[in-house]
């Protein structure tokens, strides 16, 4: 059986006296949501991820890392990859480090690539329903893009529905804002820009009531890591990876 040795890989790490702006590029252009801190001997400190590289909305800053390093999940090689992800479910995070014993980061792992698995060689018990978050936050095509900044800093979320009349139209999430220079520069100008310019548009959803085991197909087929539950035409909730692990028999 597969250990999460089986699917360590190579990831950006950084040391608290590097800046912010350092953290925020590698974010904007990786695939990883955080970033590992660790010390000269890269022993594990804690982590940052992309919410707090949008707290600096500076393009140029001397603010260094140290002010945002939190506790991180961390995992051994032996250890299964479902014991992987209930750490990542802990901590809400799309990764962990992987350390020996010192604790030195020797890799990492991320929950895209044991997703997958787990949902494959474990039961899922239940419906979306019962498992989504009902406290959804959405946003109106003309709001502006300041509001959603706020709303991704002071909620820790990371994305948010988009809507017209009450009908979804897209969404937008932290990888949209961090990673376009436009509305880099709107945030730190505080200048207008409307959600709608930015969102994306074709959005996957579900319906409350198909099986908890469908919304995990839906986030492999496409690629996600949550999806707008939809019941007719009304928002009602939101499912993500984490939501999904926790149906876990």
Known sequence: MKTAQDFI???PVLKPGDQITRARQILRDDRFREIYIVDAKKNLLGYIDITDGLRVTATKSNV????????????????????????????????????DPYPR????????????VI??????HGTVE?????????????????????????SGFSAFPVTKKKRLIGIISRRDLIGSRRVRAVIA?????????????????????????????LLVKH?????PVMDGDHLVGIIDRHDVLASLA
């Open 9 to 11: 890989l190579e990831i």
């Open 189 to 217: 100008d505080h200048a207008k820009m409307p959600v709608g310019s930015i969102m994306t548009t074709d959005v996957v959803t579900i319906v409350p009531g198909e099986p908890v085991s469908a919304a995990a197909e």
């Open 130 to 154: 019962s498992w989504m978050s009902r406290n959804v936050v959405a946003l109106a095509q003309e709001d502006e893009i300041q509001k959603v900044y706020s709303l991704i800093v002071e």
């Open 119 to 124: 949902i494959s060689r474990n039961e899922l």
């Open 64 to 99: 260094t890392i140290e002010g945002f390093v939190k506790e991180a999940p961390m995992v051994h090689p032996a250890d299964s990859i479902e014991v992987a992800a209930r750490a990542m479910r802990s901590y809400r995070t799309d990764s962990a480090a992987m350390v």
């Open 223 to 227: 690629d996600v890591s949550r999806l």
């Open 105 to 116: 980061v020797t890799g990492g792992v991320l929950l895209s690539d044991l997703f997958p």
